[in-house]
């Protein structure tokens, strides 16, 4: 089997190397594309709300994710407080917005993922990591030397930095973001982030130069990018065009195209959000990824 990444930049050293770096970027964050500036080491708050310490809000084998992250054991889930997005229509929306959770400690944190790897998890899946990378690397590092040997998931909403994307190379085995929106009005109503598509695109290269197409062994991924895309209200045309980037990526891209949108959080605030999709809508989103040439779905 794949031996996860990061565990030889663990014996190396340069685990620690690199959460030096993102430690430098929290004096001043730049941990995503808002660079918001502020001393988090001093415990201010962005655009997020994080401060320093990483926030939990829950810790267990999941198994409504994809089926190649599931198996038989599900997949080791750790879902974080606070988030740079935002969405207004967030299906986790007390997490997201309201910070539902706990401040844990660096060793907490590592004794999760030991935790979920005696319970038989598959990998460790971060979900809403990009804030709190630089705790997750000081984590890792503990839990490395601890015995952690799963693939690790970093389950993003997309809007990255490219930086930290780059320092988190022979780190993270499994990138998993979202592609929301091809259209910067849209995602500039509902996420306040009119760049998201522009900065989607050059991250998601840099993670598949990094990782390739998913590779599973036994059914299981193991390594590789694989994108989820959540179809919207009226987005059939964003859609298509989020389609062809990724087919312009590979044509061997894993794409998850999720049916399951229903209003939450803020959505009633937006009457075009305000409902569920419809059976054409998502056929439609799911026929012209085949048109366009993907081939591999969950």
Known sequence: MMKPLYLKDFESGKLREKREKLRQMLSACRLCPRNCGVDRLAGEAGFC???????VSSYFPHFGEEKCLVGERGSGTIFFAYCNLKCAFCQNYEISHLARGRDISEEELASFMLELQGRGCHNINLVTPTHFVYNILGALEIAAEKGLNLPLVYNCGGYESEEVIKVLEGVVDIYMPDAK??????SDLFCMAPDYFENFKKVVKIMYKQVGDLRL?????????????????GGVEDSALIMKFLYGI???TFVNIMGQYHPCGQAHKFAEINRRITVEEYSQVALAAKKIGLHRFD
């Open 181 to 186: 929106f091809a259209s910067g009005k849209k």
């Open 217 to 233: 062994e036994n059914g299981i991924a193991r390594r590789g990018l694989l994108v989820r895309h959540l179809v919207m209200p």
């Open 49 to 55: 709300g994080a401060r320093a310490t990483a926030r």
């Open 250 to 252: 590979s044509k061997g």
